[in-house]
């Protein structure tokens, strides 16, 4: 099992380094004290977990006695966050939130606390200075480091407006102008999968809107993915979800499949 210490300074960025972790599969445990790290490495292992953490930062200094000796015997991957003393103090003021030694001098207290976690500091296997890097950096950061980069992902959920909208949708294209195949016996109970019900609903005249839709969808999924975003979910909708819907999220998968890694899911396709 991978096993990873964060910590730093107050104020550098530890919960957003929390979470970046989380998503990237890691169980994190928030300040647990050091003489009880093997014990949940122990238990975690047994349980067939992969990658695990534990946040430790001036909160458990109580506990840290037991530090040099919790280190030696897991030899833990060490990620250590620290910013500027100004940066600091600019944040502790912008979110009013006290420091963990509480004296109510925070420049004193920030270089009380650098002194105090200098042994995590020096065991450091990455030592990241968050003074100018946004949220969605720091999370690139580690997951460069720890050698986890995810990828993006397009989902693309095709339902019908007669069944409710989903909920999780990002975005909701609304594919009910294209000609509907329920109208004709012989492809009502077809599906958009079928060749027959994709060449009835791709007729030239609607053409340009497609196009529009594609070129709507690529630009919002390429934002997404700037902004950071592991995901996107675009719901595409007809009236019942069958036949138009399905087409078109498939049509759309196949085109944008060259750009994104794509998921595609039929919510209401069985339903009548």
Known sequence: MRFLVLSGLSGAGKTTARNALEDLGYFMVDNLPPMLWQALYQGLEARGVARAGVVVDLRARAFLDGLEEALSALNPTVVF??????VLLRRFNLTRRLHP??????MREIGEERKALSPLRARADLILDTSDLSPREL?????RFLGEERGFLLRLLSFGFKWGVPQEADLVLDVRPFPNP????HLRPKTGLDPEVKAYVFQEAFEPYYRALLTTLGLAAEGARREGRRAYTAAVGCTGGKHRSVALAERLAEELSGRFAVEVVHRDVEKE
Do not use: F, K, S
Not at 101 to 106: E, Q, R, S, T
Not at 182 to 185: A, L, N
């Open 139 to 143: 999370t690139e950061a580690l997951a």
């Open 81 to 86: 966050l620290e910013a500027r003393p100004e």
């Open 101 to 106: 030694l509480g004296a109510g001098n925070l």
């Open 182 to 185: 329920h109208y004709d016996p």
